[in-house]
């Protein structure tokens, strides 16, 4: 149903509701905003607020110190994973004695 179908009295209410709406609506606002900068709403700003500023940055903290271990840990697997490769390698090598299973473990060769 449309609003030009309602009588004349019907839209001018409905326009006065809606006019009302929109300027209550600002007024809330702009009475929250005024509020908070009265102190009378709290603010992550405020000092009363310090306590989770404080405790996210703590959390923020022990956030990179574990990236910070886990980028070491990869490393450090990359590292033994290079080492196991070449004593592998080298077992291989002195195991054999033809050259073309050698070719092979040293990866020049695929079987």
Request: hydrophobic share 45%.
């Amino acid at each position: 149903m449309s609003i030009e179908k309602l009588p004349i009295w019907a839209q001018e209410i409905i326009s006065v509701i809606k006019e009302a709406g929109a300027i209550g609506l600002a007024i809330l606002v702009v009475s929250f905003y005024m509020a908070q900068q009265a102190g009378w709403i709290g603010n992550i700003d405020r000092q009363e607020h310090r306590e989770l500023i404080i405790e996210a940055q703590r959390q923020t903290v022990i956030i990179r110190d574990n990236q910070r271990v886990l980028t070491e840990l990869v490393q450090q697997s990359r590292a033994n994973q290079e080492a196991f490769v070449t004593l592998a390698r080298g077992i291989c090598i002195s195991v054999t004695k033809s050259s073309d299973i050698e070719r092979r473990c040293l990866g020049l060769e695929r079987p």
